[in-house]
T-cell receptor, first 111, second 114 residues
Framework: DAKTTQPNSMESNEEEPVHLPCNHS???????IHWYRQLPSQGPEYVIH???SNVNNRMASLAIAEDRKSSTLILHRATLRDAAVYYC????????????FGPGTRLSVLP | DADVTQTPRNRITKTGKRIMLECSQT?????MYWYRQDPGLGLRLIYY???????NKGEISDGYSVSRQAQAKFSLSLESAIPNQTALYFC?????????????FGPGTRLLVL
């Protein structure tokens, strides 16, 4: 399974944008880039995913490098509720391949 | 009502006991998963099932077994619990369409083995 590398932790101020990086230099052409987050005392929840093009949804934006070896999850205005562990995961479109959750990035949001 | 439910939410047991964790889903998904999470670490896959007749071992299946009783139900058993199985356990379901998949997680079961 292709691996991802994320910083262990990041801090942001409330109402400021947050850019969470992820490196995935061994990504294959069939791998989707997924982001999940885990709020305290909860199970992970889906945030966003993409293949090649940048993606936006109501929660966040995903910027994918042209060579696809890195991506950035963008939270446009961090709130206290966004404090969580964020996981960057590669999901192969090949049937039978599974998600691999690394330790993720722990995001702290300061008031 | 939650789409993915897990029972019990918390459990304390003793070494050597058999225990079962249950997961139910109302999302109508075929795929279901069991993960465990240890403090400060990501999730590790224990078992997964792509449909009722399909059961597969994950990264850390030793000491665990599963049963897929129906599309909506996927149970995880610890045949003889040991202290290093103390962890947070998550069940998940997923939709899978044309190579794309989104997983939906339950609230977790916190297990303590004494």
């Amino acid at each position: 399974d292709a691996k991802t590398t994320q910083p262990n932790s990041m801090e942001s101020n409330e109402e400021e944008p947050v850019h969470l990086p992820c490196n995935h230099s061994t990504i294959s052409g069939t791998d989707y880039i997924h982001w999940y987050r885990q709020l305290p005392s909860q199970g992970p929840e889906y945030v966003i995913h993409g293949l090649t093009s940048n993606v936006n949804n109501r929660m966040a934006s995903l910027a994918i490098a042209e060579d696809r070896k890195s991506s950035t999850l963008i939270l446009h205005r961090a709130t206290l509720r966004d404090a969580a562990v964020y996981y960057c995961i590669l999901s192969s479109s090949i049937y039978g391949q599974n998600f691999v959750f690394g330790p993720g990035t722990r995001l702290s949001v300061l008031p | 009502d939650a789409d993915v439910t897990q029972t019990p939410r918390n459990r304390i047991t003793k070494t050597g006991k058999r225990i079962m964790l249950e997961c139910s889903q109302t999302k109508g998904h075929d795929r279901m998963y069991w993960y465990r999470q240890d403090p400060g670490l990501g999730l590790r896959l224990i078992y997964y099932s792509f449909d009722v007749k399909d059961i597969n071992k994950g990264e850390i299946s030793d000491g665990y077994s599963v049963s897929r009783q129906a599309q909506a139900k996927f149970s995880l058993s610890l045949e003889s619990a040991i202290p290093n199985q103390t962890a947070l356990y998550f069940c998940a379901t997923s939709d899978y369409y044309r190579g794309q998949e989104t997983q939906y997680f339950g609230p977790g079961t916190r297990l303590l083995v004494l």
